[in-house]
């Protein structure tokens, strides 16, 4: 039995205490308006995202993610935000973000009932920057900002 403990603590040493890796999308529609969730958990809002999968690429995830809580597909990729590591960017676990920006289509509707409580589309000159969830609002400031990086 501790041979089981030792390969069991090694494991958990060596690939459990490992940062997530997660991919937010900052989705922006046709008519240009920024889509966000609103959370079932803490009431904030946030930008569509979640962890990577698996065999998973960032475009698939985001892809993924966003369908899953918006109902929104991504037309296309438009570039990389940021890749986001403060171990206190997330509450729950040690996520490294990884943010794109997409434009969208679709119409966005509420799929993920667990997660996301509502999908709206904001105009950029209408963000509710001070009710949002993680880091999400350095990521949005970024984008418009135009400021692209690492942080």
Known sequence: M???WRVLGFFLE???RRPFVAVSVIALT???HLI???RCDTGQWSLPGGMMDWGETILETGARELAEE???RLQSFEGLVGVYSDPKRDPRVHAVCIAIAARVDGEPQVLD???VRAVQAFPLSDLPLADLAHD???QLEDYLNG???LT
């Open 136 to 138: 999400h609002a350095q």
């Open 30 to 32: 046709a008519s240009d």
């Open 2 to 4: 501790s041979g089981f």
């Open 113 to 115: 009932v667990k997660e």
């Open 36 to 38: 966000l969730v609103q």
């Open 147 to 149: 400021h692209l990086g």
């Open 70 to 72: 918006t109902g929104l």
């Open 14 to 16: 060596r690939f459990w």
